[in-house]
């Protein structure tokens, strides 16, 4: 009994440290970093003391040598650096290696959100190309109309889920329409034109550029950017961005547009080949 409950809590704490790391390995460098700073700090006076007995024996040598005698009263020879660091250098030990410690805690700890952010975005890659296999064997299977069809349900049903009543709508530019972005969940007053020529002009940058943030979008269409827009975007290497328009009714009653998008915006747009 004793034994299944030894397993089981270190299991239990396995678990937590491999879930938390990160957290415990920037706790733990931002403690060895404050460490490394006493330890320092209180080293100095051991330090100066021996920078102190040093310049003394220094100043004897001196005499001796100019005078023939070691009264010391020899002024302007200063240790030399190397000297001062000689006699020093291990009071600091202590504090090297705990400023050591913060470096190695702060870079695990960098390591392991890259390893997840790695694992993220190559589990949202999957993701994304089963949905959009998926999409393609819906329509070719059922039609493109009945297809439509089911967007448009998912539309209606994403609007409903975020009445306009409870949300600002922002005005993005000169056109009227009522527009709902699934992105960002925002309500914005606009017009396919305009939606249209912004969609022209990202898939033009991705040409010469080979990607576009999420932002430059949202720029385009005269939506202000979130906290996450400049993050998100697309490349070439996926295609070129895409936007079915659905329609659905507020829930004052307004006509709808909304924005599906073929290919989701990802986080590692930027990245090259």
Same mark, same amino acid.
């Given at each position: 009994m004793k034994t299944s409950f030894i397993k089981n809590f270190i299991k239990g704490v396995k678990i937590g440290? $491999?879930?938390?790391? %990160?957290?415990?390995?920037?706790?733990?460098? +931002?403690?060895?970093?404050?460490?490394?700073?006493?330890?320092?700090?209180?080293?100095?006076p051991k330090a100066m003391e021996l920078i102190e007995k040093e310049q003394k024996k220094h100043n004897r040598e001196v005499s001796k040598t100019m005078t023939g005698n070691e009264d010391g009263k020899v002024?302007?020879?200063k240790l030399k650096p190397v000297d001062i660091v000689r006699v020093t250098w291990k009071c600091y030990i202590p504090a090297a290696?705990?400023?050591?410690?913060?470096?190695?805690?702060?870079?695990?700890?960098?390591s392991v959100h890259a390893?997840?952010?790695?694992? +993220?975005?190559?589990?949202?890659?999957?993701?994304?190309?089963?949905?959009? #296999?998926?999409?393609?064997?819906?329509i070719e299977?059922?039609? /493109?109309?009945?297809?439509?069809? +089911?967007? #448009?349900?998912?539309?209606?049903?994403?609007? #409903?889920e975020h009445p306009?009543?409870?949300?600002?709508?922002?005005?993005?530019?000169?056109g009227k329409?009522?527009?709902? $972005?699934?992105?960002?969940?925002?309500?914005? /007053?606009? $017009? +396919?034109?305009?939606?249209?020529?912004?969609?022209?002009?990202?898939? /033009?940058?991705?040409?010469? /550029?080979m990607y576009a943030s999420l932002g430059d979008f949202y720029n385009e269409i005269g939506l202000p950017p979130t906290t996450l827009s400049d993050e998100l975007g697309w490349n070439l290497d996926d295609g070129q961005l895409e936007i079915s328009y659905g329609s659905a009714i507020s829930d004052d009653g307004r006509p709808c547009i909304t924005l599906d998008y073929h290919?989701? %915006?990802?986080y590692d747009f930027a990245k090259l080949g």
């Amino acid at each position: 009994m004793k034994t299944s409950f030894i397993k089981n809590f270190i299991k239990g704490v396995k678990i937590g440290f $491999d879930k938390h790391s %990160p957290e415990i390995l920037i706790g733990l460098g +931002i403690a060895s970093a404050i460490t490394s700073t006493v330890l320092a700090v209180k080293a100095t006076p051991k330090a100066m003391e021996l920078i102190e007995k040093e310049q003394k024996k220094h100043n004897r040598e001196v005499s001796k040598t100019m005078t023939g005698n070691e009264d010391g009263k020899v002024f302007g020879c200063k240790l030399k650096p190397v000297d001062i660091v000689r006699v020093t250098w291990k009071c600091y030990i202590p504090a090297a290696i705990s400023g050591t410690a913060s470096v190695a805690f702060l870079l695990g700890s960098n390591s392991v959100h890259a390893k997840r952010n790695a694992a +993220i975005a190559t589990a949202y890659k999957l993701s994304e190309t089963a949905l959009t #296999d998926y999409k393609k064997e819906v329509i070719e299977t059922i039609g /493109e109309e009945k297809a439509k069809l +089911i967007q #448009d349900k998912i539309a209606q049903k994403h609007v #409903d889920e975020h009445p306009v009543s409870n949300n600002q709508v922002i005005i993005a530019g000169s056109g009227k329409q009522l527009c709902y $972005d699934g992105i960002s969940g925002r309500y914005f /007053e606009s $017009d +396919i034109q305009t939606i249209r020529a912004a969609v022209n002009t990202i898939n /033009e940058t991705m040409v010469y /550029e080979m990607y576009a943030s999420l932002g430059d979008f949202y720029n385009e269409i005269g939506l202000p950017p979130t906290t996450l827009s400049d993050e998100l975007g697309w490349n070439l290497d996926d295609g070129q961005l895409e936007i079915s328009y659905g329609s659905a009714i507020s829930d004052d009653g307004r006509p709808c547009i909304t924005l599906d998008y073929h290919v989701a %915006p990802r986080y590692d747009f930027a990245k090259l080949g």
